[in-house]
């Protein structure tokens, strides 16, 4: 049920939603050594509703960092949920259709109980006119910001799903660090995959239970257990980074050794598929089929990525890796996706175990 909450947003391009403060706050946790005197830009977050903004406003100082940039585009859907704090010269009802970029380079105790709270930021912002100010669009790719772009360091955010493609790959094109929000379904694009094959990006630490409940104004069709007011639940959301953070250090425990019965061959690939991550066998010296979800348990001085088998693999993969993996056009295929006695698979990562183990 939850997946048709993303599909119909895609249909329509209402795929704004605003991430919940509690799920950022779990996320950042693990990057804070990366912001220290950085410049940190959020350039798909209104600061009436961003809850990034809010995050990174109120620990200003204790990151450290050197500026803090937030734009939102004009026509934005979400009014009043997450952040209400309201600019003086403007009606309530002018922030759904003007763009506004704020940048902040300090925020001071301004109330004096000895902590920079939510009202601390909420003073700066109503008393500080350098701090706001309107922007033609707010789109991401239109120039004024992307020479914001050009300023941060660190780009941290949850860009619109539907134009992740553009938005990742306007990250590559500018070198810039960032942790932002995806779905994973985004692994498969031609454009994104080889960017994790690369090791250019990889994944964080991801929702609990990879899904998450977004503020949205969409409607939201999940079960009664899994439903929330003003509330959409997506699943198969994560976190994409190009910060180097300890999990990717972290090595897979392998307990599975390899059979024949167990471990079928494609019938269009020369490699084994897995069924689950976790069945991956340790002695295992060729090429492996495993699900998409193992990037959440990647470690590259573990493993080898050598392409995906999905439906776009035979249109976007070099000749010589199609070579490497052994492939053949079967009629079950669709494009790429391996086929096991006849059935075609759900999509794969073919990946090759570095330090195979004769015993474990």
Same mark, same amino acid.
């Given at each position: 049920?939850?997946?048709?909450?993303?599909?119909?947003?895609?249909?329509?391009? &209402?795929?704004?939603?605003?991430?919940?403060?509690?799920?950022?706050?779990?996320?950042?946790? !693990?990057?804070?050594?990366?912001?220290?005197?950085?410049?940190?830009?959020?350039?798909?977050?209104?600061?009436?509703?961003?809850?990034?903004?809010?995050?990174?406003?109120?620990?200003?100082?204790?990151?450290?960092?050197?500026?803090?940039?937030?734009?939102?585009?004009?026509? *934005?859907?979400?009014?009043?949920? /997450?952040?209400?704090?309201?600019?003086?010269?403007?009606?309530?009802?002018?922030?759904? &259709?003007?763009?506004?970029?704020?940048?902040?380079?300090?925020?001071?105790?301004?109330?004096?109980?000895?902590?920079?709270?939510?009202?601390?930021?909420?003073?700066?912002?109503?008393n500080d006119k350098n701090v706001l100010a309107i922007l033609k669009t707010g789109d991401f790719r239109s120039q004024e910001c992307i020479e914001l772009l050009k300023e941060a360091d660190i780009v941290v955010t949850n860009?619109?799903?539907?134009?992740?493609? /553009?938005?990742?790959?306007?990250?590559?094109?500018?070198? &810039?660090?960032?942790?932002?929000?995806?779905?994973?379904?985004?692994?498969?694009?031609?454009?994104?995959?080889?960017?994790?094959?690369?090791?250019?990006?990889?994944?964080?630490? #991801?929702?609990?239970?990879?899904?998450?409940?977004?503020? *949205?104004?969409?409607?939201?069709?999940?079960?009664?257990?899994? !439903?929330? /007011?003003?509330?959409?639940?997506?699943?198969?959301?994560?976190?994409?980074?190009?910060?180097?953070?300890?999990?990717?250090?972290?090595?897979?425990?392998?307990?599975?050794?390899?059979?024949?019965? /167990?471990?079928?061959?494609?019938?269009?690939?020369?490699?084994?598929?897995?069924?689950?991550?976790?069945?991956?066998?340790?002695?295992?010296?060729?090429?492996?089929?495993?699900?998409?979800?193992?990037?959440? &348990?990647?470690?590259?001085?573990?493993?080898?990525?050598?392409?995906?088998?999905?439906?776009?693999?035979?249109?976007?993969?070099?000749?010589?890796?199609?070579?490497?993996?052994?492939?053949?056009? !079967?009629?079950?295929?669709?494009?790429?996706? #391996?086929?096991? !006695?006849?059935?075609?698979?759900?999509?794969?990562?073919?990946i090759r175990n570095k330090h195979p183990q004769a015993s474990c």
């Open positions: 049920m939850a997946n048709k909450n993303l599909n119909a947003a895609k249909v329509a391009k &209402k795929d704004e939603f605003y991430t919940q403060l509690s799920d950022i706050e779990r996320e950042l946790q !693990h990057y804070w050594q990366h912001f220290r005197g950085k410049v940190v830009l959020c350039n798909c977050d209104d600061p009436y509703e961003s809850n990034f903004f809010k995050y990174f406003a109120l620990r200003f100082n204790q990151l450290g960092l050197k500026k803090l940039i937030c734009t939102c585009y004009n026509g *934005s859907p979400v009014t009043g949920n /997450e952040l209400a704090i309201h600019f003086d010269g403007f009606d309530d009802d002018e922030p759904k &259709k003007i763009a506004y970029k704020v940048e902040i380079t300090e925020v001071k105790d301004e109330n004096g109980d000895g902590a920079v709270d939510l009202s601390d930021v909420q003073y700066l912002l109503k860009p619109p799903f539907s134009l992740f493609r /553009e938005y990742i790959g306007q990250l590559m094109e500018y070198g &810039k660090k960032f942790v932002i929000v995806g779905h994973q379904n985004a692994i498969t694009y031609k454009e994104v995959f080889p960017l994790l094959r690369n090791n250019e990006m990889w994944l964080g630490y #991801g929702f609990k239970g990879a899904a998450a409940h977004f503020y *949205s104004p969409y409607d939201d069709i999940a079960s009664a257990g899994d !439903h929330k /007011e003003n509330m959409i639940r997506v699943s198969g959301v994560n976190w994409f980074t190009n910060l180097e953070i300890p999990k990717r250090n972290e090595e897979l425990d392998l307990v599975c050794r390899y059979s024949e019965d /167990e471990y079928p061959k494609y019938d269009n690939y020369d490699a084994i598929n897995v069924g689950r991550t976790q069945d991956i066998p340790c002695d295992y010296a060729g090429l492996m089929g495993v699900p998409i979800t193992f990037l959440d &348990k990647y470690n590259p001085n573990q493993f080898e990525i050598i392409w995906q088998a999905s439906g776009n693999t035979r249109a976007s993969a070099p000749k010589e890796v199609l070579e490497r993996m052994g492939y053949e056009i !079967h009629p079950e295929d669709r494009g790429g996706c #391996g086929v096991v !006695h006849g059935k075609r698979q759900y999509s794969r990562i073919l």
